[in-house]
T-cell receptor, first 113, second 119 residues
Framework: AQSVTQLGSHVSVSEGALVLLRCNYSSSVPPYLFWYVQYPNQGLQLLLKYTSAATLVKGINGFEAEFKKSETSFHLTKPSAHMSDAAEYFC???????????FGSGTRLQVQP | GAVVSQHPSWVICKSGTSVKIECRSLDFQATTMFWYRQFPKQSLMLMATSNEGSKATYEQGVEKDKFLINHASLTLSTLTVTSAHPEDSSFYIC???????????????FGPGTRLTVT
């Protein structure tokens, strides 16, 4: 069975500071990993995805994530936070067999001025 | 990019009535669509996998007679909440995968969600 753990339900950073959102996964087969962002009362927007190509993945809005198999991690980072980054972020995993996504519990990012 | 729409975006209904939510892939054909449910301040939980032309596959604990899913065409899946109760109030989100896309079947495109409130 697959699972995703997001450490920290709330993360608060200052504008301009580094953003680090943590995601650890569990999968018995090679995974596909995703980060999504959700603004209030909206659907999910894909930030980036890992599909067994390069381990360092660059996404939209300056976000990137690194797949580390040895640590079973896929942490999301952004060098400099903007106020517009304040939202809920979800890490998700799937594999070639399942296709449906298993989501982490989410991390709410607050950006302080 | 691939676009998925949902209709309605919000709906209020009385307890005991049924509500239908539509999920459409606008610019691609989706053989598989997924229905998720999200309670306030919680994550998304998969309810069912909808396959075009066949019966949906429901996750454990999801009542198939209460949440009827129909995927009659390659661009449309519907979720009908039958005999709705206040505890069915939630945010329902659909997604679809595009087998012809660059990521094959593994990337999902999400609809904007439907807020259901049962009074």
């Amino acid at each position: 069975a697959q699972s995703v753990t997001q450490l920290g339900s709330h993360v608060s950073v200052s504008e301009g500071a580094l953003v680090l959102l943590r995601c650890n996964y569990s999968s018995s087969v090679p995974p596909y990993l995703f980060w999504y962002v959700q603004y209030p009362n909206q659907g999910l927007q894909l930030l980036l995805k890992y599909t067994s190509a390069a381990t360092l993945v660059k996404g939209i809005n300056g976000f990137e994530a690194e797949f580390k198999k040895s640590e079973t991690s896929f942490h999301l980072t952004k060098p400099s936070a903007h106020m517009s980054d304040a939202a809920e972020y979800f890490c998700a995993v799937t594999d070639t067999g399942r296709r449906a996504l298993t989501f982490g519990s989410g991390t709410r990012l607050q950006v302080q001025p | 990019g691939a676009v998925v729409s949902q209709h309605p975006s919000w709906v209020i209904c009385k307890s005991g009535t049924s509500v239908k939510i539509e999920c459409r892939s606008l610019d691609f054909q989706a053989t598989t669509m997924f229905w998720y449910r999200q309670f306030p301040k919680q994550s998304l939980m998969l309810m069912a996998t909808s396959n075009e032309g066949s019966k949906a596959t429901y996750e454990q604990g999801v009542e198939k007679d209460k949440f009827l899913i129909n995927h009659a065409s390659l661009t449309l899946s519907t979720l009908t909440v039958t005999s709705a109760h206040p505890e069915d109030s939630s945010f329902y989100i659909c997604s679809a995968s595009d087998p012809a896309g660059t990521s094959g079947s593994y990337e999902q495109y999400f609809g904007p969600g439907t807020r259901l409130t049962v009074t």
